[in-house]
């Protein structure tokens, strides 16, 4: 069956270093791959959507990789502050009318 | 643009009660998914529908558990019959068309006593 797997539920990161959190799926062949922030008791906020035909993405401090051999995603942000402080979840999905399947998330926490 | 509008944003029902749950999605969308997500779980898809249409309904119980998105007013998701477990956080999204991000709204609470 289709598994997503995000590192470790927690990782803790020193403020201005960069974060670097990874997305696996076993038993899918994505179209593409979407990154959400979730905040405790709002919904998800989509930050990036990167293509199998795309290696890497930028927006800001953000960056994403996808790489359809090795079947990960990696999520980066550079000179990370508190405000990053979030669960960030990964959803790879096929084309079409087909819904996003999220991943557990992963909770990042930056310290000043 | 108001965004994603749900409401109730918090409900409390009694077991055996229904709960009727409300998405207006981003004027322009026409494609809507509801989530359940437990404390400390992920978001779990259950139903994903484009006007008066269901698209996909696999997450979605088969008992006691409808949703709608008709021609005119919001999307419902509803509840017969509630029990304890139904307790969970429902959001609703909404995106223009396939292979887009999709917009959250801030989701109901549904507590079952």
């Known amino acids: 069956s289709q598994k997503i797997e995000q590192n470790s539920e927690a990782l803790n990161i020193q403020e201005g270093k960069t974060a670097t959190l990874t997305c696996n799926y076993t038993?899918?062949?994505?179209?593409?791959l979407q990154w959400y922030r979730q905040d405790p008791g709002r919904g998800p906020v989509f930050l990036l959507l990167i293509r199998e035909n795309e290696k890497e993405k930028r927006k800001e401090r953000l960056k994403v990789t996808f790489d359809t051999t090795l079947k990960q995603s990696l999520f980066h942000i550079t000179a990370s502050q508190p405000a990053d402080s979030a669960t960030y979840l990964c959803a790879p999905s096929y084309s079409g009318n087909t819904p996003l399947v999220f991943g557990k998330g992963t909770r990042l926490s930056v310290i000043a | 643009n108001a965004g994603v509008m749900q409401n109730p944003r918090h409900l409390v029902r009694r077991r055996g009660q229904e709960a009727r749950l409300r998405c207006s999605p981003m004027?322009?969308?026409?494609?809507v998914y509801w989530y359940r997500q437990l404390p400390e779980e992920g978001l779990k898809f259950m139903v994903y529908?484009?006007?008066?249409?269901?698209?996909?309904e696999s997450g979605m119980p088969k008992e006691r558990f409808s949703a709608e998105f008709p021609k005119e007013g919001p999307s419902i998701l509803r509840i017969q019959q509630v029990v304890r477990g139904d307790s969970a956080a429902y959001f609703c999204?909404?995106?223009?068309?396939?292979?887009?991000?999709?917009?959250f709204g801030s989701g109901t609470r549904l507590t079952v006593v």
């Open positions: 529908l484009q006007k008066e249409n269901i698209i996909d």
């Open positions: 004027k322009g969308h026409s494609h």
């Open positions: 038993n899918y062949s994505p179209a593409y």
């Open positions: 999204a909404s995106s223009p068309q396939e292979e887009y991000g999709y917009t």
